[in-house]
């Protein structure tokens, strides 16, 4: 199993990112998939989920009308669109293999920052 994430970086309060998340090593289609974050000297918080179908995805409170989590299961790629980012959201972001409550997470990316900031 890999997951390679990817659209990191900085951007200013109110801006956006699209995180990336490149799977392989496993039948995508099948399978729940999951954004949680870590931000510095916090425990893991989770953010997204989303399953095989993209029939039913799921959001934290915190993050629920901003960010909007999608997924191409032929090009075995899983999304996260950032809006309106605050301060608050910065953190290593990590895709992760499975859904809490589903089977559970098992897998993770080496994930990808991001930094909010004036």
């Known amino acids: 199993v890999q997951l390679v994430e990817s659209g990191g970086g900085m951007v200013q309060p109110g801006g956006s990112l699209r995180l990336s998340c490149a799977a392989s090593?496993?039948?995508?289609?099948?399978?729940?998939m999951s954004w949680i974050r870590q931000a510095p000297g916090e425990g893991p918080e989770w953010v997204s989920s989303?399953?095989?179908?993209?029939?039913?995805?799921y959001y934290a409170d915190s993050v629920k009308g901003r960010f909007t989590i999608s997924r191409d299961n032929v090009k075995n790629t899983l999304y996260l669109q950032m809006n309106s980012l605050t301060p608050e959201d910065t953190a290593l972001y990590y895709c992760?293999?499975?859904?809490?409550?589903?089977?559970?997470?098992?897998?993770w990316g080496q994930g990808t920052q991001v930094t909010v900031s004036a």
């Open positions: 090593g496993f039948t995508f289609s099948s399978i729940d």
């Open positions: 992760v293999k499975g859904r809490i409550g589903v089977g559970g997470l098992d897998y």
């Open positions: 989303i399953n095989p179908g993209a029939t039913g995805t």
